[in-house]
């Protein structure tokens, strides 16, 4: 029942920005989740943590993305976003959300938590 639905992709050249939303709906909890987070997956490649922020508003960030990348979070509106500012081609890849409501020690970690809901995915694509 519960939905995560990205939005905000495409194609833009390096140096570019791009905002990706994730609208979270038909949740079961009557509170916000406890973290939630960005991922990428680029062809071939593992899927990795791009970014984390937990109920109490602390982030985390890849190296890779330190700096140019921003998460942060409407509570009201039940939507994560991800500013991305100074793209690069090597962050083409497919950007997933998660939403967890368990408690845990993961998000600080980096990690979206093994009970984590995740969107559909949304194709972001950088030239050069």
């Known amino acids: 029942q519960v939905q995560l639905v990205e939005s905000g992709g495409g194609s833009v050249q390096a140096g570019g920005s791009l905002r990706l939303s994730c609208l979270v709906s038909g949740s079961p909890y009557n509170h916000n989740p406890y973290c939630m987070a960005w991922f990428r997956q680029a062809p071939g490649k593992e899927r990795e943590g791009v970014a984390t922020?937990?109920?109490?508003?602390?982030?985390i960030y890849a190296d890779s993305v330190k700096g140019r990348f921003t998460i942060s979070q409407d509570k009201a509106k039940k939507t994560l976003y991800l500013q991305m500012n100074s793209l690069k081609p090597e962050d083409t890849a497919m950007y997933y959300c998660?939403?967890?409501?368990?408690?845990?020690?993961?998000?600080?970690?980096?990690?979206?938590?093994?009970?984590?809901?995740w969107g559909q995915g949304i194709q972001v694509t950088v030239s050069s």
């Open positions: 922020i937990a109920i109490d508003g602390t982030t």
């Open positions: 998660a939403a967890n409501w368990v408690i845990g020690t993961y998000c600080t970690r980096g990690q979206a938590g093994s009970s984590a809901y």
